[in-house]
Structure formats: structure tokens, C-alpha cells
């Protein structure tokens, strides 16, 4: 079973402008997360999709970050414009549904540098 | 809001020490509790986990009891292997839940 797919890996752009994250879940996973992980710190989930609907986006700095997941299954996470703060890895997860206790699956990330 | 205290890390023992990780949490409701696992270039993966209270999760030796009494949720292994050198990371939620993190604890086994 192929597992949650991310692209790009790596990122460099200079500040204020914009970048665009990808995310392929795992096949008939329901749920779809995006966390933002900082250097040192844990991951904080930035918005929570229940097939192509949101369930939590109340970290989302929604002034420039946006996301949507359409048709229920692909993801982009997008930044516009970007600050140097945005520095971090984007990591993408899915798990099969939103139930308690269930297992999330995360993809490898993307490095994101901002200069 | 929900939050995760991890123990600070790093932590270096040496091959065959006991390990413990503590994590206590501050949430309302009765969520899920994960300990998920970041080996060196590899990415976050699932450990343990306990849905309820009283319940044990355990993996590859790694055991925690969802305390509520004490809103914790330790992690423990009797005997560590240089295998198990990564960062380790707490997390409660789950659900319709907002899942929340610790900061990781980064766990360093020499021979």
C-alpha cells in the first residue's frame, strides 16, 4: 500500500513570495491533515479536512495561508506571501477516518527555507 | 485549550538502561492519547496509542498507561536498543478532536 505522498521535498523562495504544497493521501483515507512543524517543536495542525470539507482551521493564519482538497481526495496547502516566521516542514497526513484513537499516516514533508 | 508537556530532552542512555519518557496533558473531554515516533530521516509514525482510561498501549516494547488521575501518559521501555535512538513525540485528540503535540523528546542510545 502506497503510502501519503508530498511534493515538493524541499523549497527555497525569499519572502513575500508565494508557494504551493501538494499532498496525495493514502487510497480511501477520509480524513486529511496539514501540520506546520518548526524547528524544534512538536507538529500544529493548521487545518483538518473530512473528505473535501473542513473540520478545523482554527490555526490556519488564513490572511495567507490557504487550502482545499477537492474531489475529497488530492490537497494543496498554499502560502501567499510568505515571511520569514513560514520557515518550517509541511507535513501532510491522513488517517481512514475521523474517529477516535485513529492512526494517522504521515508523509515525508516539505522543507520549507524562506529568505 | 488541550495541551501536551513532554519531558526535555535530549535524553542519552546507555544500550540496555530502563526508559522513561513522562508526558502529561491538559485537555477537556476524554481524548485519545499516541505517542508517535520519529526515527533519524524517516517520518512521523504511530508507537502506541490508548483510547480510553486505564487502557495500555504498547509496540516494540514500549509500553504507557493512560493515567487519568494523573492526565499522563509515560512512556516506558525496560531495556533500549541503539535502534531506538529518535525523537518521540506525545499527542492527544483524535476524533472531531484537534489532535496537539508535545515539543518531542529526543532519546539517544549508546553502546
Known amino acids: 500500500e502506497a503510502g501519503v505522498a508530498q511534493s515538493p521535498r524541499y523549497k527555497i523562495i525569499e519572502k513575500r513570495q508565494s508557494v504551493a504544497f501538494w499532498c496525495n493521501p493514502i487510497?480511501?483515507?477520509?480524513?486529511l491533515y496539514w501540520y506546520q512543524q518548526i524547528l524544534g517543536q512538536g507538529p500544529k495542525l493548521l487545518i483538518q479536512?473530512?473528505?473535501?470539507?473542513?473540520?478545523?482551521d482554527s490555526q490556519l493564519p488564513k490572511d495567507r495561508f490557504s487550502a482545499e482538497r477537492l474531489k475529497g481526495v488530492d490537497s494543496t496547502l498554499k502560502i501567499q506571501p510568505a515571511k520569514l516566521e513560514d520557515s518550517a516542514v509541511y507535513l501532510c497526513?491522513?488517517?481512514?477516518?475521523?474517529?477516535?484513537?485513529?492512526?494517522?499516516?504521515f508523509g515525508p514533508g516539505t522543507r520549507l527555507l524562506v529568505l | 485549550g488541550d495541551s501536551v508537556t513532554q519531558m526535555e530532552g535530549p535524553v542519552t542512555l546507555s544500550e540496555e538502561a530502563f526508559l522513561t519518557i513522562n508526558c502529561t496533558y491538559t485537555a477537556t473531554g476524554y481524548p485519545s492519547l499516541f505517542w508517535y515516533v520519529q526515527y533519524p530521516g524517516e517520518g512521523l509514525q504511530l508507537l502506541l496509542k490508548?483510547?480510553?482510561?486505564?487502557d495500555k498501549g504498547s509496540n516494540k516494547g514500549f509500553e504507557a498507561t493512560y493515567r487519568k488521575e494523573t492526565t499522563s501518559f509515560h512512556l516506558e521501555k525496560g531495556s533500549v536498543q541503539v535502534s531506538d535512538s529518535a525523537v518521540y513525540f506525545c499527542a492527544l485528540g483524535g476524533g472531531y478532536q484537534k489532535v496537539t503535540f508535545g515539543t518531542g523528546t529526543k532519546l539517544q542510545v549508546i553502546p
Open positions: 487510497s480511501g483515507h477520509a480524513t
Open positions: 490508548a483510547t480510553k482510561a486505564d
Open positions: 479536512f473530512q473528505n473535501n470539507g473542513v473540520v478545523d
Open positions: 497526513a491522513s488517517s481512514l477516518d475521523a474517529g477516535g484513537g485513529e492512526t494517522q499516516y
